[in-house]
Nanobody, 124 residues
């Protein structure tokens, strides 16, 4: 019954923007660490950006490859976490997943509940 659902993926040109949404059902997302991860064909899953629970200060973390371009945020009233992606590059192409866990909001921490993923394709 604890579920996460991603939305907002699609096809964009290099330099474009997308906003991904991660909505929770069956639990209050605000108290959990939440991460965005991605997996490209033939590659291992990569942590993109993670955020700690609101009670832990809502600290954010970013992979070096996306710093300055991506922003993770929460809307507690909507039980949703977002990933704003700007200045997209072809190498950002991947399936993006959100996940939640009782952790510090670091991307190397354990995440127990995962969404199904949303495809992001950056191509001209």
């Amino acid at each position: 019954q604890l579920q996460l659902g991603e939305s907002g993926g699609g096809l964009v040109q290099p330099g474009g923007s997308l906003r991904l949404s991660c909505a929770a059902s069956g639990f209050t997302l605000d108290v959990y660490g939440v991460g965005w991860f991605r997996q490209a064909p033939g590659k291992e899953r990569e942590g993109v950006s993670c955020i700690s629970g609101s009670g832990s200060g809502g600290r954010t973390n970013y992979a070096d490859s996306v710093k300055g371009r991506f922003t993770i945020s929460r809307d507690s009233a909507k039980n949703t976490v977002y990933l704003q992606m700007n200045s997209l590059k072809p190498e950002d192409t991947a399936v993006y997943y959100c996940a939640a866990g009782q952790n510090r909001g670091l991307c190397d921490d354990e995440y127990d509940t995962w969404g199904q993923g949303t495809q992001v394709t950056v191509s001209s």
